[in-house]
C-alpha cells in the first residue's frame, strides 16, 4: 500500500513538473542583465568624507541645486540612522526579491521584446509610501523602509488599509504595477468604465508578468479581502448596472471603488466590510473574460477603448 501511495506521488510531481507551460519554458530561457544596486547600504555606511566619491557613483541621487550641508545632515541624522539600521536587519540580503524581479523581466521582455531593462536602486525615503516603487526606464528605485512589514513601529499611525501592504510580498507586484502604468494607456473618456478598465489592463499586464505571486498579491488584498471579492462579484457587478455608475462621469466613483481607501462605498451598511477597489477587481474579471474569447494580442486589447472591451467580453460575473 505504502508503495502505491508513493508511486502516485512520484507520477503526480511528474506531472506538476510537465504541466508548465511551454510559454514558461521559452521565458525562463530569456537572457535579462540588470545589476541590483544596495545605494541604502552605501548612504548608511557613508561618511563626510566621503560624500564626493558617493555623488560620483550616484550623481542622480544628488540634485545640483542641494548643498552637500542637507546630506551630511542627513548621514548624522539620528531618525535617518534608525531607518538604516531597521533596513539593513531586515534586508541583509535581496536575493530572493532579485530572483522575482529577474522573471518579473524576463516575462516583461517576451511579451514586449523591446523592454529596457532597469538597473534596481534598493533606498530609503523617510518611509514615503507615496512613492514605494519608481521606475524611470532605465531604473528601478525600490524604497525599503516601505517594506518592513505591517506591523513595524515606523508605521504607527500609517493607516491599516496602507499598511497591510508594507510586506517583502509585495515589493514585486508594486514593481509590476509601476512598470505596467508605462504601457497602459490613460482613459481619454471621464467615464468610471473607463477608468475601470484601465486598472483592469495593469492587473492583466500583472496576471501574465507575474504568474508566479497570487492574486490577493497582485490585487494587493489579503486572502479574505480576495475571498471576499470573489464571493461577492455577481452583488458587485449587479450593483453597478443597477445604479447606472458605468458610463457615469462623477469623479467621486473613483473614490469610492477605485482607490486606495478603508473599504469600498456603496453607501450601504455592509461597507466596512468591504474590501477597497472592488472596481478594480471587476474589470480585471472583466479583462480576463476578454481576452478568453476574443483572438487578440496583448497590444490590440491594451489600444482597444473600454467601450469596445465591455461589448467584446460580454461579461459574466462568478456567481
Known amino acids: 500500500m505504502i508503495r502505491k501511495i508513493l508511486f502516485i506521488l512520484s507520477i503526480t510531481a511528474l506531472i506538476?513538473?510537465?504541466?508548465?507551460?511551454?510559454?514558461?519554458?521559452?521565458?525562463?530561457?530569456?537572457?535579462?542583465?540588470?545589476?541590483?544596486?544596495?545605494f541604502d547600504k552605501r548612504f548608511a555606511d557613508a561618511t563626510p568624507g566621503k560624500l564626493g566619491t558617493l555623488k560620483e557613483e550616484f550623481p542622480f541621487f544628488f540634485p545640483p541645486q542641494y548643498?552637500?550641508?542637507?546630506?551630511?545632515?542627513?548621514?548624522?541624522?539620528?531618525?535617518?540612522?534608525?531607518i538604516n539600521t531597521e533596513v539593513a536587519e531586515a534586508y541583509p540580503k535581496f536575493s530572493e526579491v532579485e530572483d522575482e524581479l529577474q522573471s518579473l523581466f524576463q516575462h516583461v521582455k517576451y511579451y514586449f521584446p523591446t523592454f529596457e531593462v532597469p538597473d534596481?536602486?534598493?533606498?530609503?525615503?523617510?518611509?514615503?509610501?507615496?512613492?514605494?516603487?519608481i521606475y524611470t526606464g532605465s531604473k528601478l528605485l525600490i524604497s525599503l523602509d516601505t517594506y518592513l512589514g505591517e506591523d513595524h513601529p515606523f508605521y504607527m499611525g500609517i493607516q491599516e488599509y496602507l499598511k497591510k501592504n508594507f510586506e517583502k510580498a509585495q515589493?514585486?507586484?508594486?514593481?509590476?504595477?509601476?512598470?505596467?502604468?508605462?504601457?497602459?494607456?490613460?482613459?481619454?473618456?471621464?467615464?468610471?468604465?473607463?477608468?475601470?478598465?484601465?486598472?483592469?489592463?495593469?492587473?492583466?499586464?500583472k496576471d501574465i508578468w507575474i504568474p508566479f505571486k497570487s492574486d490577493a498579491e497582485k490585487m494587493g488584498y489579503t486572502e479574505e479581502e480576495l475571498e471576499w471579492a470573489r464571493k461577492n462579484e455577481a452583488q458587485t457587478w449587479r450593483y453597478f448596472v443597477e445604479k447606472e455608475v458605468l458610463f457615469d462621469t462623477n469623479s467621486e466613483l473613483y473614490t469610492r471603488f477605485l482607490y486606495p481607501a478603508p473599504f469600498s462605498k456603496f453607501y450601504l451598511l455592509l461597507d466596512s466590510e468591504t474590501p477597497d477597489r472592488l472596481g478594480?477587481?471587476?474589470?480585471?474579471?472583466?479583462?480576463?473574460?476578454?481576452?478568453?474569447?476574443?483572438?487578440v494580442s496583448i497590444q490590440e486589447m491594451l489600444d482597444a477603448s473600454a467601450e469596445e472591451l465591455f461589448n467584446d467580453a460580454n461579461y459574466k460575473p462568478k456567481k
Open 171 to 205: 515589493i514585486v507586484p508594486d514593481a509590476a504595477t509601476a512598470i505596467a502604468q508605462e504601457y497602459v494607456p490613460r482613459p481619454k473618456s471621464r467615464t468610471f468604465l473607463a477608468h475601470m478598465i484601465y486598472y483592469g489592463k495593469i492587473l492583466y499586464l
Open 16 to 38: 506538476a513538473c510537465d504541466s508548465k507551460s511551454d510559454v514558461e519554458k521559452e521565458i525562463e530561457k530569456i537572457q535579462v542583465d540588470f545589476e541590483v544596486m544596495r
Open 120 to 133: 534596481v536602486y534598493t533606498v530609503t525615503s523617510e518611509v514615503d509610501y507615496k512613492n514605494k516603487v
Open 280 to 295: 478594480q477587481y471587476i474589470a480585471w474579471q472583466m479583462l480576463r473574460q476578454y481576452m478568453d474569447k476574443n483572438d
Open 67 to 82: 548643498h552637500d550641508s542637507v546630506w551630511i545632515n542627513k548621514i548624522s541624522d539620528t531618525i535617518q540612522q534608525e
